[in-house]
């Protein structure tokens, strides 16, 4: 596509329930990032995947969220039971590559979450 | 761990001014630093990259230095116009620049421009 596309751009859920947000990157891109931007907060990295991989998800809050892409493309990203401190806006990047070259990155729109 | 300060947090001056704003590292072992800019309700917008062998990048009215060993960057924009409102974000990158270091953001500069 021609941007990072993210869906759903809100969503309000009750505590206690699951919800799993999606992002569909530039097509091409190999690289995906997931970030999250709280109230009054910075951008806080969350994860990343160079094809269907994650190298390393220590960056997730807690072992409620987690993360899935494949096929190189389409990413899911997982919370479960939900708490009101989820409440944030969901970010998705995703940029050609890594390693030497860095062609920086292409963020979606995001996904405000509200868990009430 | 790298730390992130943007100072001012927000700045509203009248339309045609030229401004700067200021981004702070604590870890000046970066690999790049992007500028940014998100209007409400939006993703963000790159707006420069400066890789940490550069020392600044220029578009248009923008232009972004960058400072390594002092662990700073500046925005400055000239001739600013009302369509420049919007929230600036200051990001670095970690490390050898492979993605899994991801980017540490800033909080931010609200600017505002007044007509």
């Known amino acids: 596509g021609a941007g990072v596309s993210q869906s759903p751009s809100n969503k309000v859920t009750e505590k206690g329930k699951d919800v799993e947000l999606r992002c569909d990157p530039i097509s091409g891109h190999t690289a995906l990032y997931w970030y999250r931007q709280s109230l009054g907060q910075g951008l806080e990295f969350l994860i990343y995947?160079?094809?269907?991989?994650?190298?390393?998800k220590s960056g997730l809050p807690s072992d409620r969220f987690s993360a899935e892409r494949t096929g190189g493309s389409v990413s899911t990203l997982t919370i479960q039971r939900t708490q009101q401190e989820d409440s944030a806006v969901y970010l998705c990047?995703?940029?050609?590559?890594?390693?030497?070259?860095?062609?920086?990155?292409?963020f979606g729109s995001g996904t405000r979450l509200t868990v009430v | 761990k790298q730390e992130v300060t943007q100072i001012p947090a927000a700045l509203s001056v009248p339309e045609g001014e030229n401004l700067v704003l200021n981004c702070s590292f604590t870890d000046s072992a970066i690999y790049n630093l992007q500028w940014f800019r998100q209007d409400p309700g939006k993703g963000l917008t790159s707006l420069l990259l400066i890789q940490s062998s550069q020392r600044e990048q220029t578009s248009g009215r923008l232009n972004a230095s960058l400072d390594k060993s002092s662990g700073r960057s500046t925005l400055y924009i000239a001739a600013s116009q009302p369509g420049d409102s919007a929230t600036y974000l200051c990001?670095?990158?970690?490390?050898?620049?492979?993605?899994?270091?991801?980017?540490?953001f800033g909080k931010g500069t609200h600017l505002i421009i007044q007509p």
């Open positions: 995947f160079q094809g269907n991989s994650a190298p390393d």
């Open positions: 990001a670095v990158r970690q490390g050898s620049g492979g993605g899994a270091d991801g980017l540490t």
């Open positions: 990047a995703s940029s050609l590559g890594t390693g030497s070259l860095d062609y920086g990155y292409t």
